[in-house]
């Protein structure tokens, strides 16, 4: 309902006066033929009397000792939202129930512009009124229906020396409640035309015919409106001519965001004034939710999106009088936005500064946050059933692709892909028949608004704010991920996932997301396989089981996933179970461990020749003339991605540059900083010479490298390179093309391979959808920060022992005392790796049991439960020596 109209001095007609009942008294005297213009007062006071009950409903009269029982201010009114109070409010007017004065209480709020309603209305009831009345009626503003900055300042300025801002507030709660005005608001485009003016104002007695043909369209529109109905009609009808006038780019807006910004940073530090904003926005948000759910109202008038850049452009958004009520409803409405809209918001504020897309990021974060530690969530109440904390983390996403967008972007260098497709299980038939359909036909998930935008998180080298400002911790502590992964994988539209924000979520929680899906394809594979089983007559294994001999790992295990690769890729995706010939040790996750680290360890020998070491970064890069062929960085691709597939940590040192490759991006010049500093620096040298390059350093497109065994190798990096100097015209395409070769062309054939077999294991998983590729890296290699008093924190105990034990102090005594390199073996020892888990060694779930009295035994484990067996030790110094024995022989597995 639009309260410009309602406020009209020329449709306030006198029966919109109290009687002294406290009633609204409606009986009126029609005349037999009532011409259009008594027919317009009649229903604008109506608008007016049922717009008073409805916030009677919502907001009270301010009266403490009210005994109206039909106002929420009296004792024992039942709360309703505001869908409800409209309804309310239309049976209230239609029994011509109570209705209360406003109390002096409720000055200088939203209801003031109600009250100043009911005056002018009691001093427009004559009809009759001349031009001298109306004007004197103007003093007040009842007339404007949109504001401009000027216009605000005008009006500032006239409160200012009366030292009275209702006419102010009245305006502005007037202006921001009406989606239609605010949409009017502030335009940046050239002037409005005088007959725009007065479709929008609809004031002026001399108008012609066509004008007020455009005048009863917004009257009939509205006439149509229930209390809580939306402008959509008004909009997408009556401001078609405003569509005409106005072309904008596909990233435009027609509001002026600079004006916007002066206005609140004048207007904000007037409390009253402030308060008119929030209830405002109360009252907005609802008509805005239902335009863009029922009316599609975008679609047809794009300045629509207008009211929510100037809403995002209130600083005090974040405030906690904005969280409980105000901003949830706002969110909601937003989160409404078609994909179109969202998009184009996107684009708006990837052009703000860094500071203003924190600000924005702030808003949003405070409102989940304030939900979570206000609710208690849990597995029967879950936070992905909060209509608050999930519109909220939708309009995150807008932010989130604005940051993206407005970072640096690199679009150029992809990596193309792979020629062959994936070979699909040879089950294919037998599946379907038993209607086990295979996964993921479409391919991997992409998000929809990263399609709209064209863009991929991957392409930002460097966005506005880091990415991690996006992360919500208390969010990530409640969130019950079992539950939220059911809801991604079966995608209804009814429940909401969080992992289709996978911003939000830190890298232990999607960490945890990707664990789950890894176990169902595990038991769905199983569960194939027995069923196969059944029908062929067949005993089938239904896990992925290597038997290995220690001394001969690499044959044994590579030809083993060799042949699977070739006959079956599916099996790849079974649990794997690794067994040690001639050990009796029982996988449940430890052979495993081991089992990737003595590969890795044979793999990445520089004696085998695959890999070159980098001496001073400590990093492997794939060798460009090695004589391995490239079945063998097949293997290794998917022994990476069996590690990731059965959550095990590998000690890998690759630079940042191949998990973005990984992703689909190929290395830059950039990359090589990391990759190859000594170079990097060189080239940037090169790049910043401010002498003449061709003269002082001589060099050509022709370059030389050498390979593993000190050959010198010459390259062209242009047609007939040695005879084309480079210059400082052609300087960045050297440095651009060294990179290029390097870091793509020179590892291309192994590369690709590596690739191929990497997404033999992952190409069904949501890896690339939930990760970058600095989380990548994490979930391969872990985390290299090993934090020993967080895992004294989370160790459990058990067999007799607990914190206070003596054997335990002396226990986390000894080992904080132990060197670095002791303290890797310690963890190598009890867990099977050497390195922390995603989320560093507090999440490392450690029991430390009692394995008997004082003995001269050593300490043993179990490494598929990160379970340590620990005698108690007579003396501090007996503990000391036996744990340093037992960690640094330790080797094998047996049966205890």
Same mark, same amino acid.
């Given at each position: ?75 024992? =009114? ?40 009911? $005056? ?20 007040? =503003? ?31 709660? /007037? ?104 209830? *405002? ?59 179109? !809209? ?49 519109? !909220? ?51 991997? /998930? ?105 001394? $001969? ?116 010049? /950039?990359?090589? *900083? ?37 050959? !010198? ?17 052609? /300087? ?57 008093? !967080? ?106």
């Amino acid at each position: 309902m639009n309260s410009d109209e309602k406020e009209d001095c020329e449709c306030a007609p006198p029966q919109a006066e109290t009687s002294s009942a406290g009633g609204p008294d409606r009986e009126q005297e029609e005349p037999e033929v009532e011409n259009p213009e008594a027919s317009r007062m009649k229903r604008a006071a109506a608008k007016h009397l049922i717009e008073r009950y409805y916030h009677q409903l919502t907001e009270g009269c301010g009266n403490e000792s009210c005994s109206n029982s039909w106002c929420a201010s009296s004792v024992g =009114f039942s709360r309703m939202d505001n869908n409800e109070a409209a309804v309310k409010a239309l049976e209230l007017y239609k029994v011509n129930a109570k209705l209360c004065d406003p109390h002096p209480s409720k000055k200088g709020t939203a209801s003031t512009y109600l009250e100043s309603s009911t $005056h002018s209305n009691s001093a427009c009831s004559n009809k009759k009124m001349n031009h001298k009345d109306v004007h004197s009626v103007r003093d007040n =503003f009842k007339d404007v229906n949109y504001l401009t900055e000027e216009k605000v300042y005008e009006i500032l300025d006239i409160c200012g020396e009366k030292e009275d801002y209702s006419p102010l507030i009245r305006v502005i709660g /007037r202006v921001f409640s009406s989606a239609e005005g605010l949409v009017q608001s502030f335009r940046r485009s050239k002037p409005h035309t005088k007959e725009e003016l007065k479709s929008l104002q609809g004031k002026d007695e001399d108008k012609d015919e066509d004008e007020k043909e455009a005048a009863a369209c917004s009257t009939a529109a509205m006439e149509e409106d229930s209390p809580t109905s939306s402008s959509s009609s008004r909009l997408g009808e009556c401001s078609s001519g405003e569509n005409d006038v106005q072309k904008l780019a596909p990233d435009e807006v027609s509001v002026d965001i600079e004006a916007v910004r002066r206005v609140y940073e004048r207007l904000l530090s007037n409390d009253k004034i402030e308060a008119a904003f929030l209830n *405002a926005l109360v009252y907005l948000s609802p008509n805005v939710e239902c335009d863009l759910t029922y009316h599609n109202v975008y679609s047809r008038d794009p300045n629509y999106l207008n009211l929510f850049v100037i809403v995002m452009e209130n600083s005090n958004l974040h405030s906690p009088e904005y969280l409980e009520i105000a901003l949830p409803q706002f969110c909601k409405a937003m989160s409404k936005l078609p994909l179109a !809209a969202q998009a184009k918001l996107a684009h708006l504020w990837s052009r703000y500064s860094a500071e203003q897309i924190r600000r924005m990021v702030e808003t949003f974060q405070q409102l989940i946050t304030y939900k979570v530690i206000s609710n208690e969530f849990n597995s029967r109440n879950l936070v992905n059933d909060d209509d608050a904390v999930v519109a !909220a983390t939708k309009c995150l996403k807008i932010v989130y692709y604005a940051n993206v967008l407005g970072g640096d972007l690199d679009m150029e260098h992809n990596e193309e892909e792979d020629e062959e497709p994936i070979p699909e299980s040879s089950d294919l038939t037998l599946q379907e028949l038993l209607g086990e359909e295979r996964r993921n036909k479409k391919g991997p /998930r992409v998000d929809p608004l990263e399609t709209e935008l064209g863009i991929r998180t991957s392409d930002c080298r460097r966005p506005l704010i880091p990415f991690e400002e996006f992360v919500n911790e208390p969010l990530n502590e409640v969130l019950e991920m079992d539950k939220d992964y059911t809801f991604f994988k079966v995608e209804t539209e009814n429940k909401f996932s969080f992992m289709t924000c996978p911003f939000i979520l830190n890298a232990v929680t999607k960490n945890l997301g990707l664990y789950y899906d890894n176990r169902i394809r595990m038991y769905s594979e199983r569960r194939i396989t027995v069923l196969y089983s059944l029908v062929q007559g067949q005993q089938l294994n239904p896990y992925l089981r290597l038997k290995v001999r220690r001394d $001969h790992i690499i044959d044994d295990a590579l030809v083993r996933l060799e042949m699977i690769a070739m006959e079956n890729p599916a099996d790849l995706k079974k649990q794997l179970y690794v067994e040690f010939e001639g050990e009796q040790g029982v996988d449940e996750g430890g052979v495993s461990k081991e089992f990737f680290q003595l590969v890795v360890e044979e793999i990445f020998n520089p004696d085998i020749g695959m890999f070159t070491y980098d001496e001073h970064t400590k990093l492997f890069w794939f060798n460009p003339s090695s004589f391995e062929n490239e079945g063998q960085y097949t293997l290794i691709g998917i022994v990476l991605g069996l590690a990731i597939y059965n959550n095990c940590i590998l000690d890998v040192h690759f630079p940042m540059v191949v998990y973005r490759k990984l992703m689909g991006k190929k290395g830059t010049f /950039r990359d090589l *900083a990391d990759a190859n500093p000594v170079l990097y620096q060189s080239l940037k040298e090169l790049l910043e010479y401010e002498g003449s390059v061709e003269e002082d350093m001589m060099i050509t497109f022709q370059i030389s490298h050498t390979d593993l065994f000190g050959n !010198a190798l010459m390259y062209d990096l242009r047609e007939n390179g040695d005879k084309i100097p480079v210059t400082n015209e052609n /300087r960045k395409e050297f440095v651009a093309q060294y990179s290029e070769y390097i870091l793509n062309k020179s590892v291309e054939k192994q590369f690709k391979a590596f690739r191929r077999g990497f997404h033999m294991v992952t190409n069904e998983s949501p890896l690339k959808y939930l990760f970058r590729p600095e989380e990548i890296e994490l979930l391969i290699c872990g985390s290299r920060n090993l934090d020993f008093l !967080a895992l004294e924190e989370t160790t459990e105990y058990d067999g007799g022992y607990n914190r206070d034990s003596r054997i335990i102090k002396e226990f986390w005594e000894t080992l904080h005392s132990f060197g670095e390199e002791q303290k890797r073996l310690f963890l190598q020892f009890t867990t099977g790796t050497d390195r922390a888990p995603v989320g560093g060694l507090g999440k490392l779930k450690m029991i430390i049991a009692k394995n008997g009295p004082d003995t001269d035994r050593l300490p043993t484990s179990h490494t598929c439960f990160n379970v340590l067996l620990l005698p108690e030790y007579s003396t501090k110094e007996k503990l000391r020596e036996r744990l340093l024995k037992a960690i640094t022989y330790a080797k094998g597995f047996g049966m205890l």
